[in-house]
Structure formats: structure tokens, C-alpha cells
């Protein structure tokens, strides 16, 4: 294919995105397709001569999109949302035109250089604290990562690594391996499964304490297990702190943790994967008090501040930590210019990386920090548009609201919101997960797409509702006027009505 | 921006790739700028209010483009390739476009399952050992890795998990830290750093083996550590195979060092990052004799198969052994499809995925089979010709020619060498790295932009003797006769010339 042939490709593959972000809102959110579909519409090997790029756009739209579960449907509720935004596109657009490796500064200095600013950027937008910039004086620094697992997981390394060259140095007696068998790492029992995961991959000991009735994780419950731990003969070595729980989106004591670890000399890493997002509110900030006495703060601009996947920002107060753990040299990677500008190939599990930080740079430009609040604050209110539409319904308890994210169940047993989440995930029309509050099961709703508008939280309360009058039949109390009366300014079309027709 | 503008900012961000690729020859392989360049010409903060995509884009040209090393210009000749090609750049947009994350088959159906698919396609091309593949009867299967240093990295980690059940189930004294703190991995002085670097993240001991005088492993060095290691108390957990070692495309001895991980109970991981692409062409596959033995194989289409990064291929004989190492559940990932369709979240280090096998498919259908190998054996030729060109040349020893790598070194002392490679590098018009043979410095030259062709090697040929000229001044030889002599058939001006006309 030639650069003529790949105007017309690439021109016709814009067209088709277009189209479908204009009539996402029209097709079911979940696929239909079962198990295997795909291998039976397929051939068995490649063709022998080339295909014409027509053929494989039909093909796209034709086996392909029939097995899309649209994520940016503004139906889709499950999970926490993925970023998707047209900046973004284009971003991932031209990194991949400029196919650019960066696994060192002279492998293109731009993509190395674009990330040390972004990440400044990034980290003033939300009001981080100072030692984590790269701007700053000290040895502190940002880094996109491909996801939140692996930011915790590369946290749990540099913790690991760490501890087990202080203890070396100050117990001359004990084995690297005496010392990384008795690692322990904590987080709480509402974490991720990529934090477990993190601890498995590591081969560190991840207990996941209790939390109090609001799925928190506080200071008393960690000092109790850390004493416990060291009665025991263990080390307790790294704490992954949940700014926004991937159940509930509960916030953890970082007021009471943070002393906690830094009396302990223990690494504190936060992951504040979806939540982190709101701080470029100022209004949120508060949640994050503590944060300055983290070792690490990771949160993904590719869940929530529209930037695509893969985009996680990670921050470390001391780089020294990931170098040390990561750093491999070789003459053919040798270049001159190691310490004026970071070799971050040193700072993440793999040597290669992508150019991520256009498509974040174009994200931020061509929103703007308000343009990006107006997202952020208005997915909010629609979450705690349709918490009030819980409320209004006495069939109904509401577990929690929380940023983006609303849980809630049917009264009664388990079994009842069971069926009602099944009965939903039939018919195909809204994406929904269950979720675990104190032991019961609740329904996670979160406000994901961009697309997303108070029509589209009618739409599912509507479904909500009538799939629960048929698991139990009472009258539902009339909508409409609760709703005009609670939310008079939820009539919004867009996340940014001026920057949608301006730029 | 609304969908209207997209196709604007899109459609422009296609041309300005096009027109990129149209004038990469004239551009100068290497970035003039300095460390720090960027930071100066940014805002410390991003805008307030969304800026208009045509001044980001005018940015891009003035400010992005100058740090831009050219990985596609004619004129790279460092490390290895990285792909590019048109058809995969719009899978990339696609797959964009589309921002659909695989955290499970429900995520999206058509993410895995053209996943499943494209290696099976991929593995059949190859030639692979029919137990590797997803559409065996057994338990085996491919996956796409970011990269060959993740891939190795897993393969470390499914090893180390799969050794040490075995040995708690055998030897119920040994704890789970005993079995760990002796484990050890072997490799080659040859290997790539991403080798070294699994066993540092993986925290088991990695040694690298002597080679041979042609860089390669052979069975008995392997034999023979591995009977040091079992005297001292040790266990021998993991080999990695080089299949293309990074400094010289060397290729280790599979059918001796297969037996002898069999007997031993050593899981066998092939790294075959650069030159696996080289078996979809039948003559080569000689040199993956032995694979059958290995437990997972692994190579980079994004490397030499026009699939821009990231697409790391990666097969292995028993996906138990991965899931078993990974798998940590949650409710909220709880679908109802296990077992009938791979849950690939379980075959990774991260929980989201992207969908990395639209590119793939789009490569495979638009150049197809032959054009995939026309561009290999081109490629090949190309450096079977450069090779030819430092042979004629008695200033220059040529040390190997291995698939399209070539390197070679002024005769005598290394200062030569180096000092050829510092004055080249200078002059910012060809890209070279260093590298070593038998304690020797050598010039790596590589092809590796799709775009290389016969006059772009006389390019690179003439610089080098030019610039040889100044530090050791000898007459030179006339090029034209043996170049004409030795390569008739190489006027080759693409990769494809038919293909890339009527497609």
C-alpha cells in the first residue's frame, strides 16, 4: 500500500468512526454473538496475494462490529469507564503514522521530552504534591505506564527492591532469599484483583485487611496488622492505597496510612486508577490529603480524562527506586545523554514504548482544563441524578454514590438483584456488573461514556424499573416530577456544549 | 470536538502521515536537538480553555517533528527494525477508534476472537509446531504480548509458579521461600537486556552462558552449568533460546539445548524477537529445528512483519500453566464464557488489553503471504548485498551476515571502529549502533525501514568509506562493477512493487 492508497484508507476509516459515534446511541450495548462466532466466519490461514483495504473495511463492519461490546455507548454502565475522546484518536493516529520506538532519549528525543512535560502538566492540573514532578528540584518524577496493574506491580518491585538492599546492607547475616521470603505487602480487601495480582507476580505476600462499613481502609487496621506481621518474623515491605475502590469507589485514610508507613520505612504507592481523574477539580482535592507522604501515586487519564487506553500516570517521589530495580545496560543502548533527560525504559517492565504522550498532549490542549472539569463534574452529577432516582423508589436501597459511580440493590435477599442484573443483561440494551457492598450483592452503575446525558439515565432507570416490577410487582411512584424537581440543571447535551461547536 | 470536526482533524492527520512518508528520504535520520529542547518550547501548564486542533497540529510539525528520530527513514540502520506499514497504522486508528478494552471475552467477543484467530494464522505462516496453536486439540495456544521483553518475562514468572507446585507437591519440607531462593534461569552472553532484566523483575538468577565463536547456546555449555548449579544445591527453573541474538543475529542450537530442558525438567522459552518473521518463509525454518521441545515461543511481527508496535507474538504449549500463574478472580469479572473462549486476561501481566489484532488482520489480508515474504527476502538481500560491498573492501572485516544484519569493523584496533561510528553518527545522515563479536567492536547495520532499497545501502556504503577515509586513508575501490556483478536483481524500489500498485 502506498502513501496515495493509505489518504484513501485512512480518510475512509475516519468516516467510519465518525459514523459510528454518531449512531452509537442506537445500537444495543452488548453484543449478541456467541463463543466462537468469529472462527467460523473466518478462513482458516491468511491469503496466499494481497486483499484490497475495501474488502477488509466491509469485513470490519460485517463480522466485526457485530461481536463490539460498545464501551462508549451511553448505555454501557459496567465497570469504570474507558477513555475514548476524538483528540485522543487522532493522537493514537499519528504515533502509530510516526511508529516511533522510545527505548532511550535518541531513539526520539520528542516522545521522551513530550512526557517529562506532560506529566508536569498532568500533575499540577490535579494539585499533586511538588516532590512528585519532574519539574521539581528532588529525584522525583512522572511516567506513563500502560495500565494501573502494572503500576502497582512495578511499585511492588521498587518497594522489594529497596527493602532487600537496606536490609543487606543492615543485616549483613540474612540471604537476599531469607529476606524476600518474609516480604509482606498490604492493601485492603476492597482492592483491584491487579493489586492481588501484583503480590502473586511478585512473589510478595498481599494480605487484604478489612475495611470499616464504608470500605475504607484506615490507619488502626493497618498498624494491627503490621504488628502482628513482625511478631511473626515477617517484613512488612509495601501498601497499596485505594483512592476510589474499584467495588464502591471508597477513598482510604491516606491522613492515617501515610504516618503510618513512613514510621514503618514501609513504600506506600496509591492507586487512585479511576478517581484520580476528579482532582483537576479543585472541590476534590480534599480526598487526597495525605497523598504527599506516598512513595508513589499512579491514577489512568485512559479511564476517566478522556485519553484513550493505554495512558496510566505514575509518579515516584524517588526515580533512584524504579532505576535501580529496572536497570539493565547494554553497548547498544549506550547514547550520551543519560541524566539530562530520563531513560525511562529504566523505570517500566518493558524495553520498547509507544509515543503515549501525543495523544495526551492533544487531549489537554484541545479541552482544556475546563473543558475536561465540565466532563468530570457533569458525569458526576449524573451519577447523583440517578442515586436520587434510587431513593425515590422504595423497592430499592441505595448502598453508595460515589464520584462517577452509583451502587444499589432490590431490598431483600441477594437473589433478587441477581435476577434483576440477569434479566437486564439479557435483553442487551444496558451493560451492568454486580458488585459486593458489607457482604451483599449490589448493582455497580457507573457513568462511563462520554455520550452519556440525563436522557440516557432516564432510559436506564426506566429499564431498571420495569425489569424489577416483574421480579417484584409494586406500583412505581411517577418520575417525572422528582425528577425536574431535583436536577433543573441536568439538561445538558455534551460534556462541553461551547468546546463541542467551537473547535 | 463533535464528530464533524473529527473528520477534519483526522483526515488532515492522514494527509500529514502521507506526506511524511513521501519525504522521509530527505529528512535527516537523526534529531539535532538537545537534551531539553521540548521544556523550553511548552507552556509550563496546559490551557484553561480548548485550544483548535489546527494550531495543535501546526505544533506538531513545528515542534514534535525536529525531535523526531526517523525509524522509517531509509537511512536507519540501528538496533532492529520496528515495523510500520499503512494498512497496520489504520488498525491503529480502528482499534482507537473503537476504544474497546478486552478485560474479558463479554468486553468485546470480536477482540479475543480475532485474536484467537490471527495466531492461528500467524503460527500456521510460521510453520509452528501444531501444539501451539489455539486450534490444536491440546492445551496449548498464542496471545499477544506488548513486547518480547514482557513475553520473556512471563515466561519466567508461568515457569517459576509451574516449579515450585511441582516441588511443594514432591517435597513437602521445602517452603515456598527455599524453593524460590534457589531457582535459577540460563540464557547466552548474547541475549538481549530484556533477558537479564526478566531475571532481575523476577527475582531469579539468571546466568548468562558462554557461546560459541558464532554467538551461539549450544547443549553442552547449558549441560554443563546446569550440573554445577544441581551439585550446589541449586534448581534450574527456565532457559530462554535466543533464535536471532541482538548483537549478531545468531541463532542458538534448539535441537541440543530441546533434549536436555526435556530431561531436565527446565521449561524452554525461544526468543525469536526479530528473526521469528523470517520462517514464513520455508527456507529459513531449518533454523527453528527443535521448537517442539520448547514450552512457549515467542516473536515481534512489530518488528519485521509490518505490524507497527506493540504486537509481540507469543505461543505456548500448555496456557495452564499461565492461567495458574495469573489467574486472580472477581465478581465483577465474572461472565459466563470460560473455557469456550480464552480469557486472556489470565495470559498477562495487565488486566486491559487493547485491540492489538485489528492491525494484525489488516496487514496479513492487504499484503498477504507473499507479500510478507517478498518483503523478508528483500530485506535479506539487501543486507546479503551490503555484505558483499564491506567484503570487497580490505579495510573492512565483515564479521556476520545473518538475516538483514550486518557487521563488520575496520581491521585492527577498536578505537577505529569507534571512532568510524562517532564521526558517522555526527553527521546525523545514517543511524548506527555499536556492538560486540568475540570482545571485539563492530558495527551493527541493519535494515530496517520497509522503504530501504538497493540505492539507500549505497548511500550508507558511501558515507561509511568516506568516513573511513579520514581515519584510515587508503584508496578505495570501485563499487559499481561488483555491485552489478553480485545483485542483479536488486533494482527492487519496494517491498511489493505489483501489490503496492493495485491495492
Same mark, same amino acid.
Given at each position: ?6 489518504r ?13 459515534y454518531?449512531?452509537i446511541r ?7 454473538v ?12 491468511p491469503?496466499q ?6 474488502d477488509?473495511?466491509?469485513?470490519v ?8 461490546t460498545?464501551w462508549?455507548?451511553p448505555h454501557?454502565h459496567?465497570?469504570y469507564p474507558t477513555? =475514548?475522546?476524538?483528540?485522543? !484518536?487522532?493522537?493514537e493516529?499519528?504515533s502509530a ?7 532511550s532519549? +535518541?531513539a526520539?528525543?520528542?516522545?521522551t521530552?513530550?512526557e517529562?512535560?506532560?506529566m508536569n502538566w498532568?500533575?499540577?492540573?490535579l494539585?499533586?504534591?511538588e516532590?512528585?514532578l519532574?519539574c521539581s ?7 506513563? =505506564?500502560?495500565?494501573?496493574? &502494572?503500576?502497582?506491580y ?15 546492607? /543492615?543485616?549483613?547475616s ?5 529476606i524476600k521470603?518474609?516480604l ?10 491487579s ?5 502473586? #507476580? ?7 485487611l478489612? /475495611?470499616?462499613?464504608e470500605?475504607? #481502609?484506615?490507619?488502626a ?12 518474623g515477617l517484613i512488612?515491605?509495601y501498601?497499596?492505597?485505594n483512592?476510589g475502590?474499584t467495588?464502591?469507589c471508597a ?8 504516618p503510618?508507613?513512613n514510621?514503618e520505612? +514501609?513504600w506506600?504507592?496509591i492507586?487512585a ?7 483537576i477539580?479543585?472541590?476534590?482535592r480534599?480526598l ?7 512513595d508513589?501515586f499512579n491514577?489512568?487519564p485512559?479511564?476517566w ?5 493505554d495512558c496510566?500516570?505514575m509518579?515516584v517521589r524517588?526515580?533512584?527506586?524504579l532505576? &535501580? ?6 553497548i547498544y543502548l549506550?547514547?550520551q ?10 523505570w517500566?517492565?518493558?524495553l520498547?514504548?509507544r509515543?503515549?504522550?501525543?495523544k495526551?498532549?492533544?487531549?489537554l490542549?484541545i479541552y ?13 452529577? *449524573?451519577?447523583e441524578y440517578?442515586s ?8 430499592f436501597e ?7 459511580l452509583?451502587?444499589?440493590r432490590?431490598?431483600g ?7 434483576l *442484573?440477569e434479566d437486564?443483561s439479557?435483553?442487551?440494551? *444496558?451493560f451492568?456488573?454486580?458488585g ?6 449490589? !448493582?455497580?452503575?457507573?457513568i462511563c ?8 439515565v ?6 431498571? +424499573?420495569?425489569t424489577? &416490577? =416483574? ?14 424537581q431535583?436536577?433543573?440543571v ?9 468546546l463541542?461547536?467551537s473547535?
Amino acid at each position: 500500500m502506498d502513501a496515495e492508497q493509505f489518504r484513501e484508507f485512512g480518510k475512509a476509516a475516519v468516516d467510519y468512526i465518525a459514523d459510528y459515534y454518531e449512531t452509537i446511541r442506537d445500537r444495543p450495548v452488548l453484543s449478541n454473538v456467541e463463543p466462537g462466532y468469529l472462527g467460523d466466519l473466518l478462513p482458516k490461514d491468511p491469503p496466499q496475494s494481497g486483499e484490497s483495504w475495501r474488502d477488509v473495511l466491509e469485513d470490519v463492519d460485517r463480522i466485526i462490529m457485530p461481536g463490539i461490546t460498545h464501551w462508549h455507548s451511553p448505555h454501557f454502565h459496567a465497570y469504570y469507564p474507558t477513555a =475514548q475522546s476524538f483528540p485522543s !484518536v487522532v493522537g493514537e493516529l499519528m504515533s502509530a503514522g510516526f511508529g516511533v520506538v522510545g527505548l532511550s532519549w +535518541i531513539a526520539s528525543p520528542a516522545m521522551t521530552e513530550l512526557e517529562v512535560v506532560m506529566m508536569n502538566w498532568l500533575g499540577r492540573m490535579l494539585g499533586l504534591p511538588e516532590q512528585f514532578l519532574n519539574c521539581s528540584e528532588g529525584p522525583g518524577g512522572g511516567v506513563i =505506564q500502560g495500565s494501573a496493574s &502494572e503500576s502497582t506491580y512495578i511499585g511492588l518491585l521498587a518497594a522489594k527492591d529497596k527493602k532487600v538492599r537496606e536490609l543487606m546492607e /543492615t543485616n549483613p547475616s540474612l540471604t537476599e532469599a531469607e529476606i524476600k521470603g518474609k516480604l509482606v505487602a498490604y492493601s485492603s480487601d476492597q482492592s483491584n484483583s491487579s493489586v492481588e495480582k501484583a503480590g502473586l #507476580l511478585g512473589s510478595m505476600k498481599m494480605r487484604l485487611l478489612p /475495611t470499616n462499613s464504608e470500605g475504607q #481502609l484506615v490507619g488502626a487496621a493497618l498498624q494491627k496488622a503490621l504488628d502482628e506481621d513482625k511478631r511473626a518474623g515477617l517484613i512488612p515491605c509495601y501498601v497499596v492505597a485505594n483512592i476510589g475502590t474499584t467495588p464502591t469507589c471508597a477513598f482510604d485514610n491516606l491522613e492515617e496510612l501515610g504516618p503510618v508507613c513512613n514510621k514503618e520505612n +514501609i513504600w506506600l504507592h496509591i492507586d487512585a486508577a479511576y478517581a484520580g481523574s476528579a482532582f483537576i477539580c479543585p472541590e476534590y482535592r480534599h480526598l487526597m490529603k495525605g497523598a504527599e507522604m506516598a512513595d508513589s501515586f499512579n491514577f489512568n487519564p485512559h479511564k476517566w480524562l478522556l485519553v484513550n487506553f493505554d495512558c496510566s500516570a505514575m509518579w515516584v517521589r524517588d526515580a533512584k527506586y524504579l532505576v &535501580e530495580a529496572f536497570n539493565v545496560e547494554r553497548i547498544y543502548l549506550k547514547d550520551q545523554h543519560k541524566g539530562l533527560a530520563p531513560e525511562y525504559r529504566h523505570w517500566q517492565i518493558a524495553l520498547g514504548r509507544r509515543f503515549r504522550a501525543l495523544k495526551l498532549w492533544f487531549v489537554l490542549r484541545i479541552y482544556g482544563v475546563e473543558g475536561l472539569q465540565k466532563h468530570i463534574r457533569g458525569q458526576i452529577a *449524573l451519577a447523583e441524578y440517578l442515586s436520587d432516582l434510587v431513593k425515590s423508589d422504595n423497592r430499592f436501597e441505595l448502598c453508595t454514590c460515589s464520584m462517577g459511580l452509583v451502587t444499589f440493590r432490590l431490598k431483600g435477599e441477594d437473589s433478587l438483584t441477581e435476577k434483576l *442484573l440477569e434479566d437486564i443483561s439479557k435483553k442487551k440494551e *444496558l451493560f451492568l456488573v454486580a458488585g459486593h457492598m458489607n457482604h451483599k450483592l449490589v !448493582v455497580r452503575y457507573a457513568i462511563c461514556s462520554r455520550l452519556t446525558e440525563k436522557r440516557d439515565v432516564d432510559f436506564s432507570w426506566r429499564q431498571i +424499573i420495569e425489569t424489577a &416490577e =416483574q421480579i417484584i410487582p409494586t406500583p412505581k411512584k411517577s418520575l417525572t416530577k422528582s425528577d425536574k424537581q431535583i436536577h433543573p440543571v441536568l439538561n445538558i447535551n455534551c460534556i462541553n456544549p461551547n468546546l463541542e461547536k467551537s473547535k
